[in-house]
């Protein structure tokens, strides 16, 4: 049986009537970087929530590394690290002492902090109040403290969600780098196809709650007779949206 | 187009509740409230006047310390007799025993009568006397009834002297419009006082009071904003997945609010040292009995010393800390549910009567006028306020009010710390904070559909 980092079975969440996860199942394996590809309110928000353990499935079992993440919440916390897709740091910590504080909250080494700092590529500007950083400084800063304590798996909702190009390809980068240097599992969301080719080892397409597709990147092009994954994203889910 | 504009604002502000309850209805409340209590504490003291003085007709003691053995001697016990159930005369006695006397002995009043008082009668001269009284209350009602005893006893003491005495040599008592001076004191925990000192002592104390009270609602503000900004800024998910317990994430949020309020409340206490130090040393003339000018300070230093010992100092600080404490927690599970500061902050205005009306309630009303219920029932409303009630009890001398409160407060807090810490679950957050936000949104639909 192989080993895996995230284990999701028949997952449901119900925010009173409406079904936002319905039946979702797929697995990651160690050392993957895993993509999840929908249209807005397709569900990937919530499944990823639920995997970094902010909430609790109505319905079905989501295990990370073996444990179960609502009753061995505590555990999961300890290997996962998240980064939401609107994630802000505190505006009066500078950047550094804000990599410093979450290493200490992870119990890990100064040296994880310089990986911080390498990885966030500020520099100087590290000595700054986060208020004075731009939307693409802050979301280096976040990006840089989610990999720098090495988590075994890390849950990226949106990594580069409303960034410039520049900044978009710098991030982009660093995680690829990153993840297999350390070899850190990555479950990311993303609406960024070119992001999610270019990164992920394999891809899950989610519609209403549900997979709708799921292979590498290739398998899906050539199921789909598609040039790329956009073209893949709208035969897929486009029907359903009732786009041409 | 100005109409236009005004309506425009004036709609978007009276839709929106919250606006009208902390705009309209809140000072309602609690001016309204802070009427009653007043015209309650005024009644009460009424009231508290009329019951002291048949106290004095059935189990009063009225003790003449005199060095005059004379007539008037005489008359001031026979009148003494006519108010109060026992009247003992001890002669030979200088005016220094009188506290020592009322120290060791459960008299209401003591009176000074001094030598040659009967010569100064038989020759017209007005006669000196000393009236003291003695009580443990520093309070609007004791300093009220103490002053219309004294009062009382003194106006009838010197009617009761001149009709005697001036009829019985020919005279009409109105030819000799005053015969008696009398000098009134009060026997306040070990010392002796002016009258006024215990009114004055109660009238600063309300400041002593306000000041725990905005304090207070400043750490609720503190704890408020410093939750609701991990919303506003987006932070608190990430802070909810890391591997820290809840209640690690709640204490750190309330030590650091508690640092910054203790803050302020070191510079209320330097501000309040200097208002107590100005009392303290600022001086008052007052009309003596020979109608010589008199300087002296309005609170004398021996009572101020008297009244700091250390139990008081410590269950002060302990009330305080615990106020904070409860209050705090508070602040951190309304500005968790809050998505923003601003919301918090209305959130914050809207609860801070929780704070707001036991404090106008304790600053103003007697705990001594409530009885034991009354009392039971301000502790429970009071776990926010507990140290302006442990000063209140301390004053008006309720021993068994300040364990209580300190008892009842810690309750309180540690029920709310849990409550936050439980709150914090971030699934029950999460969704109570979509309810809130979905309650927004139905409002505004249906405000559309309106329009």
Same mark, same amino acid.
């Given at each position: 049986?192989?080993?895996?980092?995230?284990?999701?079975?028949?997952?449901?969440?119900?925010?009173?009537?409406? +079904?936002?996860?319905?039946?979702?199942?797929?697995?990651?394996?160690?050392?993957?970087?895993?993509?999840?590809?929908?249209?807005?309110?397709?569900?990937?928000?919530?499944?990823?929530?639920?995997?970094?353990?902010?909430?609790?499935?109505?319905?079905?079992?989501?295990?990370?590394?073996?444990?179960?993440?609502?009753?061995?919440?505590?555990?999961?916390?300890? $290997?996962?690290s998240?980064?939401?897709?609107?994630? #802000?740091?505190?505006?009066?910590?500078?950047?550094?002492?804000?990599?410093?504080?979450?290493?200490? =909250?992870?119990?890990v080494?100064?040296?994880? =902090?310089?990986?911080?700092?390498?990885?966030?590529?500020?520099?100087?500007?590290?000595? +700054?109040?986060?208020?004075t950083?731009?939307? #693409?400084?802050?979301? +280096?800063?976040?990006?840089?403290r989610?990999l720098?304590?090495?988590?075994?798996?890390?849950?990226?909702?949106?990594?580069?969600? #409303?960034?410039?190009?520049?900044?978009?390809?710098y /991030?982009?980068?660093?995680?690829?780098?990153? =993840? +297999?240097?350390?070899?850190?599992?990555?479950?990311?969301?993303?609406?960024?196809?070119?992001? =999610?080719?270019?990164l992920?080892?394999?891809?899950a397409?989610?519609?209403?709650?549900?997979?709708?597709?799921?292979?590498?990147?290739?398998? /899906?092009?050539?199921?789909?007779?598609?040039?790329? $994954?956009?073209?893949?994203?709208v035969?897929?889910?486009?029907?359903?949206?009732?786009?041409? | 187009?100005?109409?236009?504009?005004t309506?425009?604002?004036?709609?978007?502000?009276?839709?929106? !509740?919250?606006?009208?309850?902390? *705009?309209?209805?809140?000072?309602?409340?609690?001016?309204?409230?802070?009427?009653?209590? &007043?015209?309650?504490?005024?009644?009460?003291?009424?009231?508290?006047?009329?019951?002291?003085?048949?106290?004095?007709?059935?189990?009063?003691?009225?003790?003449?310390?005199?060095?005059?053995?004379?007539?008037?001697?005489?008359?001031?016990?026979?009148f003494?007799?006519?108010?109060?159930?026992?009247?003992?005369?001890? %002669?030979?006695?200088?005016?220094?025993?009188?506290?020592?006397?009322?120290?060791?002995?459960?008299?209401?009043?003591?009176?000074?009568?001094?030598?040659?008082?009967?010569e100064?009668?038989?020759? @017209?001269?007005?006669?000196?006397?000393?009236v %003291?009284?003695?009580?443990?209350?520093?309070?609007?009602?004791s300093?009220?009834?103490?002053?219309?005893?004294?009062?009382? &006893?003194?106006?009838?003491?010197?009617?009761?002297?001149?009709?005697?005495?001036?009829?019985?040599?020919?005279?009409?008592?109105?030819e000799?419009?005053?015969?008696?001076?009398?000098?009134?004191k009060?026997?306040?925990?070990?010392?002796?006082?002016?009258?006024?000192?215990?009114?004055?002592?109660?009238?600063?104390?309300?400041?002593?009071?306000?000041?725990?009270?905005?304090?207070?609602?400043?750490?609720?503000?503190?704890?408020? *904003?410093?939750?609701?900004?991990?919303?506003?800024?987006?932070?608190?998910?990430?802070?909810?997945s890391?591997?820290?317990?809840?209640?690690?994430?709640?204490?750190?949020?309330?030590?650091?609010?508690?640092v910054?309020?203790?803050?302020?409340?070191?510079?209320?206490?330097?501000?309040?040292?200097? %208002?107590?130090?100005?009392?303290?040393?600022?001086?008052?003339s007052?009309?003596? &009995?020979?109608?010589?000018?008199?300087?002296?300070?309005?609170?004398?230093?021996?009572?101020?010393?008297?009244l700091?010992?250390?139990?008081?100092?410590?269950?002060l600080?302990?009330?305080?800390?615990?106020? @904070?404490?409860?209050?705090?927690s508070?602040?951190?599970?309304?500005?968790?549910?809050?998505?923003?500061?601003?919301?918090?902050?209305?959130?914050?205005?809207?609860? *801070?009567?929780?704070?707001?009306?036991?404090?106008?309630?304790?600053?103003?009303?007697?705990?001594?006028?409530?009885?034991?219920?009354?009392?039971?029932?301000?502790?429970?409303?009071?776990?926010?306020?507990?140290?302006?009630?442990i000063?209140?009890? %301390?004053?008006?001398?309720?021993?068994?009010?300040?364990?209580?409160?300190?008892?009842?407060?810690?309750?309180?807090?540690?029920?709310?710390? &849990?409550?936050?810490? !439980?709150?914090?679950?971030?699934?029950?957050?999460?969704?109570?904070?979509?309810?809130?936000?979905?309650?927004?949104?139905?409002?505004r639909?249906?405000?559309?559909?309106?329009?």
């Amino acid at each position: 049986m192989p080993n895996y980092a995230v284990e999701v079975k028949d997952l449901r969440k119900f925010f009173g009537e409406v +079904r936002a996860v319905d039946g979702l199942s797929f697995s990651v394996g160690e050392g993957e970087i895993f993509g999840l590809l929908g249209p807005n309110g397709a569900g990937k928000t919530t499944a990823l929530r639920i995997i970094a353990t902010l909430l609790t499935p109505s319905e079905g079992e989501v295990r990370v590394f073996g444990r179960d993440v609502v009753r061995d919440k505590d555990e999961v916390r300890k $290997l996962i690290s998240y980064l939401p897709e609107e994630a #802000g740091a505190y505006k009066y910590l500078t950047g550094y002492e804000y990599l410093s504080f979450m290493a200490k =909250v992870y119990g890990v080494s100064d040296e994880a =902090v310089r990986d911080g700092v390498r990885l966030s590529g500020l520099g100087n500007a590290l000595g +700054r109040y986060v208020s004075t950083y731009s939307k #693409g400084m802050k979301r +280096r800063l976040q990006v840089a403290r989610a990999l720098m304590v090495k988590p075994k798996l890390a849950i990226l909702d949106e990594p580069t969600s #409303g960034l410039d190009v520049a900044h978009a390809v710098y /991030l982009r980068k660093a995680i690829r780098d990153y =993840v +297999r240097k350390y070899e850190v599992t990555v479950i990311l969301s993303s609406h960024n196809m070119l992001e =999610v080719e270019d990164l992920c080892d394999r891809v899950a397409l989610i519609n209403r709650g549900r997979i709708a597709a799921q292979g590498t990147p290739e398998e /899906l092009m050539s199921e789909y007779r598609a040039k790329n $994954l956009e073209e893949v994203f709208v035969r897929v889910v486009g029907d359903a949206l009732g786009l041409d | 187009m100005l109409w236009d504009l005004t309506k425009k604002e004036l709609r978007n502000t009276l839709r929106d !509740k919250k606006i009208i309850i902390t *705009s309209v209805l809140m000072p309602l409340i609690i001016f309204g409230v802070m009427g009653l209590v &007043y015209g309650f504490a005024f009644s009460k003291a009424g009231h508290e006047v009329k019951e002291s003085v048949s106290r004095i007709r059935e189990e009063g003691t009225i003790v003449v310390c005199s060095m005059d053995s004379g007539l008037f001697t005489n008359l001031v016990v026979n009148f003494s007799k006519s108010l109060a159930h026992e009247v003992r005369v001890i %002669y030979g006695c200088t005016e220094s025993r009188i506290p020592g006397l009322l120290a060791k002995e459960n008299i209401t009043l003591a009176v000074y009568v001094p030598e040659g008082a009967s010569e100064n009668l038989t020759e @017209l001269k007005p006669v000196k006397v000393g009236v %003291y009284a003695r009580t443990d209350k520093a309070s609007f009602t004791s300093s009220m009834t103490l002053n219309s005893l004294m009062s009382a &006893y003194t106006t009838s003491l010197t009617s009761y002297v001149r009709t005697k005495i001036l009829a019985s040599k020919g005279l009409q008592p109105s030819e000799v419009i005053s015969p008696v001076r009398a000098e009134e004191k009060v026997f306040f925990r070990g010392a002796i006082t002016e009258p006024n000192t215990l009114s004055e002592l109660s009238g600063s104390l309300i400041m002593f009071a306000f000041a725990p009270l905005i304090v207070v609602s400043m750490a609720l503000g503190q704890a408020a *904003s410093s939750m609701a900004v991990e919303n506003e800024e987006k932070t608190l998910e990430v802070l909810l997945s890391l591997p820290i317990s809840r209640i690690k994430i709640v204490l750190g949020k309330l030590m650091g609010s508690l640092v910054v309020v203790l803050l302020s409340t070191i510079s209320f206490g330097a501000g309040l040292a200097i %208002y107590g130090y100005s009392i303290l040393y600022s001086t008052t003339s007052t009309l003596s &009995y020979a109608g010589a000018t008199e300087t002296q300070p309005v609170l004398t230093a021996s009572v101020m010393t008297n009244l700091i010992n250390p139990w008081f100092v410590v269950t002060l600080i302990a009330g305080t800390f615990i106020s @904070l404490l409860g209050v705090a927690s508070l602040g951190i599970l309304l500005g968790s549910l809050a998505p923003d500061v601003r919301t918090s902050s209305t959130l914050v205005g809207q609860l *801070s009567f929780l704070v707001i009306i036991p404090g106008f309630l304790l600053v103003f009303l007697d705990l001594s006028t409530l009885g034991p219920a009354g009392q039971a029932i301000m502790i429970a409303l009071s776990p926010f306020v507990a140290p302006i009630l442990i000063l209140k009890a %301390y004053l008006e001398n309720i021993p068994w009010v300040t364990p209580a409160t300190l008892l009842w407060s810690l309750a309180f807090a540690g029920t709310l710390l &849990y409550t936050s810490s !439980k709150l914090l679950n971030s699934e029950r957050l999460l969704t109570l904070q979509h309810k809130l936000l979905h309650r927004k949104l139905k409002t505004r639909v249906k405000t559309k559909h309106k329009q």
